[in-house]
């Protein structure tokens, strides 16, 4: 039997402890992240995760909301809403919201917050004043609009029939034509205020120099806006972008306080229907399938959206 | 290694934290028996076991929250040793809070007093939220405490899950000083109401106001409409019978809401009015008329404007037929299927149905409610609208569509009528469209049969 000396041993005793130090030290590092990562992972599962994966489970069932027993219909609930007019319908109305919100509230805030960085003095008072919508409740906010779209005693249209144009003067939360912009105009009044924040942040962080040389080069106003602002705020566009699409879809108060979906399904958006459907006619899973629907379709916007912008950059 | 033992025991303890915080308090309870409540009773946040929760829909005005404050007295003096917890909240089931307060686990109220009708009791009763009092009206003998129009309403199932609280009574109440300036009488007749709406218009003032946004309200107007044209029979044909909702009777009733919108009987603008506003507008003078229950009386009494303000039943359309004020049971109550003091709520919904609480409420000159049981046949109101409406419904009143259709029914109908306010819709879609929600509800089990 042979016997290693003493000097290897030696060494390999210290490659083991050093292995084992290596190791815990890995474990140690491994569990400072896992000790930072959880606290936020777990809020993120409990809150998030598991409604989502539950609401996806419910969409597949016929719950009525408090029964204790459903059955499995599997797609039955996605194959009624494909032929559901309502709801296709809301679907798009979604869209159309959409659209105007990215035209009402994304181009302008834009110019406001460039205007507002050029100003002198008292660029605090316009921050203050333009962001204080934001703060205010989405239901105050309802009830406000609908005051000021009162087709009687409302203000645009007692100024419209003061200055003699009573033919403009609309039943604006009434008629097919208007209702949905109209609820865009108050959607965009409530919310310009934190997007024209992010731009004011985002202009903070552009390159005076840049302007200076512009400046020199002799370039003008709209073309150092075209040229140098919006490729500077491009990182800040895709939020906003990405923030209005998702808020867009996702709107519920306003409307549900406002018009309620009404007159005759003219303003209703997938968040009321399935609202109206879970807890006004019991069919849960039904406005489940609805709302699994519209948060696929906000994923596949966000989604698109940022592999389109990836691709362009 | 100790530290590391130290993080992980800490994530443990959150994570059980979260357990614990996410579990609602009677979460897994489902098939809790009395016993189980009972012995929770002690546990509640109250810590009063003493106590009967109700839940009651929202003041209107400081008229309604005194009165319900003398009925409280009232009950606790006749059962002393019970603490009446009163609150107020939307009980309606058609914005979805009733069910969803019921569906959320919290504990409920031991009584609730909801809007009433099959249609929306069945939405609570369908998935077991409240439950069965058939035991409740055995024992009391509450059959015999209700009046018969009220209990045949509410005892056509396999089991009875309310107790009626007041009767609706619904015509059209009506501004008397404006009639008396354009010299307008009260209608007795279907010309003479027409005429009356065209002198009204032709004099600059809107004749009829209506808060169609909040469905209920367009639908009043439209059960008022629906009972004086086609008459108590059709209707009760359509609600209960193999009536249809495309039939020609109710299509005819349908076009001419949208010529009364068309002719400016009613302003093309109240789509959008809601029923506060219109009751705004109403008792501000600004129209003449208002399709309403006997629940404006407190309004009146607040503004002191009992004088000037009367109600009447729109006449007949048909001939030789006397159309009554339309309702069924208006608001009642209801026991959650959760609740734990029920003996209480038992006690409760009998003094609802004793002389006592009628005596005490008819003598409110300005009480807004026709009481449900059959005690308050013999007392005579002191208000004067509310006696008016009382005699007109003596034997029974018109049919409210609203409280008895079915879910799919009723969401059809509200958006169909705001529809056909709005000129979005012609009369025969906007029927068509409530008949195929009917007949979903129908396919849905839903019958009142």
């Known amino acids: 039997m042979s016997h290693s000396p003493p000097v290897l041993e030696m060494d390999n005793k210290k490659n083991v402890i050093a292995v084992n130090s290596k190791a815990r030290m890995k474990i140690k590092k491994a569990i400072t992240i896992a000790s930072f990562l959880l606290p936020g992972l777990l809020l993120y599962a409990v809150f998030m995760l598991y409604p989502m994966i539950d609401a996806i489970r419910y969409s597949f069932f016929d719950w009525d909301g408090a029964s204790s027993t459903m059955n499995f219909v599997g797609l039955e609930n996605y194959v009624q809403l494909t032929k559901d007019d309502i709801f296709l319908k809301s679907l798009g109305h979604n869209l159309l919201w959409v659209v105007l919100s990215l035209a009402l509230m994304v181009v302008p805030t834009l110019v406001l917050a460039v205007l507002i960085s050029r100003v002198k003095k008292g660029k605090t008072f316009f921050r203050a004043g333009f962001y204080l919508p934001s703060v205010l409740s989405l239901a105050v906010v309802g009830v406000l609009w609908s005051k000021i779209y009162d087709p009687m005693m409302g203000p645009i249209n007692v100024f419209l029939k003061t200055v003699g144009l009573d033919s403009l003067a609309k039943n604006w939360l009434g008629e097919p034509l208007f209702v949905i912009p109209a609820l865009v105009i108050a959607s965009t009044w409530a919310f310009y205020g934190l997007y024209l924040i992010l731009f004011l942040a985002g202009l903070q962080s552009v390159d005076y120099s840049v302007y200076e040389a512009a400046d020199i080069d002799g370039a003008g106003p709209i073309s150092k806006f075209w040229h140098i602002t919006i490729p500077s705020l491009r990182n800040t566009l895709n939020v906003v972008i990405s923030m209005v699409i998702i808020h867009a879809l996702k709107g519920f108060a306003l409307i549900w306080i406002m018009t309620q979906g009404g007159p005759f399904y003219m303003s209703e958006v997938v968040s009321t229907y399935v609202y109206k459907a879970a807890f006004s006619m019991n069919k849960v899973s039904y406005a489940t399938a609805g709302s699994v629907v519209l948060g696929i379709i906000v994923i596949a916007f966000t989604i698109g959206f940022n592999y389109y912008r990836e691709r362009t950059e | ?449």
């Open chain 2, 1 to 449: 290694m100790k530290g590391s033992k130290h993080k992980i025991s800490l994530l443990l303890v959150i994570l059980m934290l979260f357990t614990v915080a996410c579990q609602s308090p009677t979460s897994s309870t489902d098939n809790k028996t009395k016993t189980d409540s009972t012995e929770e009773k002690n546990e509640t946040a109250s810590g009063n076991s003493d106590a009967l929760d109700l839940m009651i829909p929202n003041f209107y005005n400081d008229v309604e929250k005194q009165q319900w404050e003398s009925v409280v007295e009232k009950f606790k003096e006749l059962n002393p040793g019970i603490e009446v917890n009163l609150t107020t909240g939307d009980v309606q089931v058609e914005s979805g809070k009733l069910p969803t307060l019921l569906q959320s686990g919290i504990e409920p109220p031991d009584a609730i007093l909801m809007n009433a009708g099959p249609g929306r009791v069945s939405i609570l009763s369908d998935v077991e939220l409240i439950q069965p009092l058939n035991e409740l009206y055995e024992k009391n003998n509450w059959e015999d405490a209700l009046r018969p129009f009220a209990y045949d309403l509410i005892s056509k199932g396999e089991n009875i899950y309310e107790v009626p609280h007041m009767i609706d009574a619904i015509g059209m109440f009506y501004n008397k000083d404006i009639f008396e300036q354009h010299g307008v009488e009260v209608p007795s007749t279907k010309d003479e109401f027409l005429k009356a709406l065209q002198t009204l218009k032709d004099g600059g003032v809107a004749p009829i106001t209506v808060g169609a946004r909040n469905g209920y309200a367009i639908g009043w107007i439209f059960g008022v409409m629906m009972e004086s044209v086609m008459g108590t029979e059709k209707v009760e044909e359509l609600l209960y019978g193999d009536g249809k909702w495309n039939d020609p009777e109710v299509v005819k009733v349908a076009e001419m809401l949208a010529e009364w919108v068309e002719e400016g009987y009613i302003t093309k603008e109240s789509v959008t009015q809601t029923q506060a506003d219109s009751k705004f507008r109403f008792l501000s003078k600004q129209a003449a008329m208002e399709s309403e229950g006997t629940y404006l009386i407190t309004d009146l009494a607040d503004q002191n404007l009992q004088d000037s303000v009367d109600m009447f039943m729109m006449p007949s359309f048909v001939d030789g037929k006397t159309a009554k004020p339309v309702g069924g049971v208006g608001q009642t109550w209801v026991v959650p299927t959760k609740a734990i003091n029920v003996d209480y709520a038992e006690k409760w919904m009998g003094f609802i149905l004793s002389e006592d609480f009628s005596k005490i409420v008819l003598n409110f000159p300005d009480y807004n409610f026709i009481p449900a049981s059959k005690a308050s046949m013999s007392i005579e109101p002191v208000g004067e609208v509310l006696k008016s409406a009382m005699k007109q419904i003596e034997d029974g009143s018109g049919l409210n569509p609203s409280v008895f259709i079915g879910v799919e029914a009723k969401e059809a109908y509200y958006q169909n009528l705001q529809g056909l306010v709005g000129g979005l819709v012609t009369p025969q879609e906007a029927m068509e469209s409530i008949e195929k929600g009917a007949e979903k509800d129908r396919a849905n089990g839903f019958s009142l049969k």
